[in-house]
C-alpha cells in the first residue's frame, strides 16, 4: 500500500519551503491553502496599472539557507536588493523585483498546492492524520505540517477538539496592521528607494511602490502602526483611513491621491515568539507547527522554519 503523502497547511513562504525541500527529496506532499493565490502574507494588489505590495515590504537574508534561496532567485530575475546595507543597517534588504508575491508563486510551481481549501479539522485514523476542509474535502496524511498564523491554528485546534496539557501556542502574540493603498496622480515626493520608517502614532510606515520598482503608475502603501490599526481593526475603515492619509500628506505632497481601499491584516507580524523553529505536539504520528511565530519570525524566519520542519520530518524517516 502507498503511504500517505505529507500534508502541509499554508502555502505562505514557511509551508512552501517546507514542502520544496520535502519534493526534493521525493517524498509526495500536498499544500492545502484557503487563499485563492499562494503566499499568504507576502501579497502584492493591483489595482487598474498601479502594484502594490501591501503585506511584507522588504526581507532580510542573513542565514545561509535563505541567503542560498534569494541567490538563486536573484538569478532568476524574482528577487533584487532594493536597500542596500548602510551603516546602521548592516543587512540589505531585499523585494520580489515584480512585487513580494512573485517569490512564493515562483516556489509554488515545484509544488503540489491545492487552493480553495481551507483546513476546519483535523483528527486521528489509525496511524494517519485525517485532514477535512470547508468544501466537505478530506485527506490522509501520514504526517501533518500547520504553517499558518497561530491563533488560527488554536482556532483549528479547538474546532478538532486536540488539546495539549502545555500549548505554546498561546504565546505567541501578532500585531494586527491596516494597509492603505493609494494611487496617486503624479510620483511622490518620498526620497529614494522608497520606503520611510516613520514608527509615529498612527502610521508606522510608508512606501512608494513606483520608487520601489514594482510599479508603473505611481502609488504609496501606508501602514497602520500597531496601536492604530488595533483600535480601528473592526471599527469604520474609510474614517481610519482619512486619518492615515492626513498623516502622510505632507511626505508624498505635491501628488495628490486619485484614489484608496484599504486592506485588514489580523496578523502581521509576530512580536512574541516561540523561541524554537517548530512546535511537535505529542501524537502518533507527526503534528509540526511553524511559520513567523517560530524562531526569528519575519519572512526570512518563516522560510527557515518551513526548512526546519521538513528536515526534521526527513531525518525521522531516515532514521
Ligand atoms: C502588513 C505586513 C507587513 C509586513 N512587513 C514585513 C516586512 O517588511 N518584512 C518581513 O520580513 N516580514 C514582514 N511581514 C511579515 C511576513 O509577511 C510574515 O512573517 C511571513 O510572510 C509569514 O509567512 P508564513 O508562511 O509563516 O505565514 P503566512 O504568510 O500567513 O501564510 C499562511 C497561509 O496559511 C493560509 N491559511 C490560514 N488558515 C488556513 C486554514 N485553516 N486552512 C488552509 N490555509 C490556511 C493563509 O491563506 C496563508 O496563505 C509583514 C506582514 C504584514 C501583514
Known amino acids: 500500500m502507498k503511504p500517505h503523502p505529507v500534508l502541509v497547511v499554508g502555502a505562505g513562504i514557511a509551508g512552501l519551503s517546507a514542502a ?67 551603516a546602521d543597517n548592516k543587512h540589505p534588504r531585499w523585494v520580489g523585483s515584480h512585487g513580494m508575491n512573485a517569490v512564493p508563486k515562483l516556489m509554488a510551481e515545484s509544488c503540489t498546492v491545492l487552493k480553495e481549501k481551507k483546513v476546519v479539522k483535523i483528527q486521528m485514523v489509525g496511524d494517519a492524520w485525517q485532514v477535512m476542509t470547508d468544501d466537505a474535502g478530506s485527506f490522509l496524511a501520514s504526517a501533518l505540517l500547520v504553517t499558518i498564523p497561530a491563533p488560527q491554528a488554536l482556532e483549528l485546534l479547538e474546532n478538532s477538539g486536540i488539546h495539549f496539557a502545555e500549548n505554546p501556542l498561546t504565546q505567541i502574540k501578532y500585531h494586527p496592521c491596516l494597509a492603505l493603498l493609494a494611487t496617486l496622480d503624479s510620483p511622490s515626493s518620498i526620497p529614494a528607494p522608497g520606503g520611510l520608517q516613520i514608527n509615529g502614532a498612527v502610521v508606522s510606515w510608508l512606501a512608494d511602490n513606483f520608487k520601489k520598482g514594482i510599479s508603473k503608475h505611481p502609488s504609496v502603501t501606508i501602514h497602520g502602526s500597531p496601536t492604530f490599526s488595533q483600535k480601528h481593526l473592526d471599527g469604520d475603515l474609510q474614517a481610519a483611513g482619512a486619518m492615515m492619509l492626513e498623516v502622510v500628506a505632507d511626505l508624498i505632497q505635491p501628488a495628490q491621491v486619485l484614489d484608496w481601499q484599504i486592506h485588514r491584516w489580523r496578523y502581521s507580524l509576530a512580536y512574541e515568539r516561540y523561541p524554537s523553529m517548530y512546535f511537535e505536539a505529542e501524537t502518533a504520528s507527526p503534528l509540526l507547527f511553524g511559520g513567523d511565530g517560530f524562531g526569528m519570525g519575519n519572512v526570512e524566519g518563516a522560510f527557515v522554519s518551513g526548512l526546519a520542519m521538513a528536515d526534521y520530518l526527513l531525518e525521522g524517516m531516515t532514521a
Open 20 to 86: 520544496q525541500r520535502l519534493a526534493a527529496a521525493n517524498i509526495p506532499t500536498i499544500v492545502l491553502d484557503k487563499g485563492r493565490g499562494v503566499g499568504g502574507r507576502m501579497a502584492t494588489r493591483r489595482i487598474g496599472e498601479a502594484v502594490f505590495d501591501h503585506g511584507a515590504q522588504y526581507f532580510s537574508a542573513k542565514t545561509p539557507d535563505f541567503q542560498e534561496f534569494v541567490n538563486g532567485a536573484v538569478k532568476l530575475g524574482i528577487a533584487r536588493e532594493w536597500w542596500p546595507a548602510i
